[in-house]
Nanobody, 122 residues
Framework: QVQLQESGPGLVKPSQTLSITCTVS??????????WSWIRQSPGKGLEWIGY???????YYSPSLESRTSISRDTSKNQFTLQLSSVTPEDTAVYYC??????????????WGQGTLVTVSS
């Protein structure tokens, strides 16, 4: 019954920060023992796991993106947010929020948002 929905601007300029918020309904982001992940899909690259914030607020990021990634949450709004800084056109992708169990892989997710396309272009 849990539902996730992404929101944020669809166009970001190079060097700026991409910010997307996931609103969760039908379940609390603090419920043991779920992990709340961001995943993206670029043309020809498949699904790439970006990072997560856990039920207790711990974060973990993909090493390839860690230097540019921040995930935060607002428990009062049942939301979590991805910020990806210094973006380039290579960051153009469909971005998904998802619930999983801490496996650090898209295949572990059992609930997904519908995804939102973010284009990085000037």
């Amino acid at each position: 019954q849990v539902q996730l929905q992404e929101s944020g601007p669809g166009l970001v300029k190079p060097s700026q920060t991409l910010s997307i918020t996931c609103t969760v309904s039908g379940g609390s982001i603090t419920t043991n023992y779920y992990y709340w992940s961001w995943i993206r899909q670029s043309p020809g690259k498949g699904l790439e796991w970006i990072g997560y914030i856990s039920y207790n607020g711990n974060t973990y990021y993909s090493p390839s993106l860690e230097s540019r990634t921040s995930i935060s949450r607002d428990t009062s709004k049942n939301q979590f947010t991805l910020q990806l800084s210094s973006v380039t056109p290579e960051d153009t992708a469909v971005y998904y929020c998802a619930r999983d169990y801490g496996a650090k892989a898209p295949e572990s997710a059992d609930a997904w948002g519908q995804g939102t396309l973010v284009t990085v272009s000037s």
